[in-house]
């Protein structure tokens, strides 16, 4: 089975502070994806890869900023997290090719920015 | 700019009864048509999916009905039963444009009570 795993489902960070999310995929998948889940907005894009060092703008990249080193992990970066940015974030990973529209997603990171 | 309209937001259906959640996409290159299904403190994970070459596909009680001169598919849940309550969202993408990510609705949440 394929797991994605975000090392944490709680956060608490302050106004300011420099945050960061990791995803680890066990499936050797060429694309890892993070997302922004909110009430009634749905899942919103923030950035994708598709390769290592590679990295392409979402639809909500504003305040955000990603690192692919290697390919099993994608993490999220927040450079000086604000209040508007407290949600559930999603990670996801899928192979490249013709399979790759099938996502497979993390459990999740509820973060919550005082 | 919203790609793809899912409605409603939410949905109470009885025990044994139908649910249905609707969506309305804009771009006719998308070729590809999946939905997710969410439970709570989970992330979202492949339910079904269908192309446009086919009008419906069935995989146990969930079926998606798909209307290419509208724009428009849909999910059908047939004998909903309580552990189906969870947020669906439906999601589109062009399979044959290269690595172009999956576009979501912003989800239904579904409460089948008894």
């Known amino acids: 089975d394929v797991k994605v795993t975000q090392s944490s489902r709680y956060l608490v960070k302050r106004t300011g502070e420099k945050v960061f999310l990791e995803c680890v995929q066990d499936?050797?998948?060429?694309?890892m994806f993070w997302y922004r889940q909110d009430p009634g907005l749905g899942l919103r894009l923030i950035y994708f890869?598709?390769?290592?060092?590679?990295?392409e703008k979402g639809d909500i990249p504003e305040g955000y900023s990603v690192s692919r080193e290697k390919k099993e992990r994608f993490s999220l970066i927040l450079e000086s997290a604000s209040t508007n940015q407290t949600s559930m974030y999603l990670c996801?990973?899928?192979?490249?090719?013709?399979?790759?529209?099938?996502?497979?997603f993390g459990p999740g990171t509820r973060l919550t920015v005082l | 700019q919203q790609q793809v309209k899912q409605s409603p937001q939410s949905l109470i259906v009885q025990k044994g009864g139908i649910s249905i959640i609707n969506c309305a996409y804009e771009n006719t290159a998308f070729d590809y048509f999946p939905w997710y299904q969410q439970f709570p403190g989970k992330g979202p994970a492949l339910l079904i999916a269908?192309?446009?070459?086919?009008s419906e596909k069935k995989e146990g009680r969930f079926t998606i009905s798909f209307n290419k001169s509208a724009k428009q598919f849909s999910l059908h849940i047939m004998d909903s039963q309580p552990g189906d309550s969870a947020t669906y969202f439906c999601a589109a993408s062009r399979r044959n444009s290269g690595n172009t990510p999956l576009v979501f609705g912003k989800g239904t949440r579904l409460s089948v009570i008894a």
């Open positions: 890869s598709y390769d290592v060092k590679m990295k």
């Open positions: 499936m050797d998948h060429e694309n």
């Open positions: 996801a990973s899928s192979p490249a090719g013709a399979q790759a529209d099938t996502q497979y």
């Open positions: 269908i192309r446009p070459d086919v």
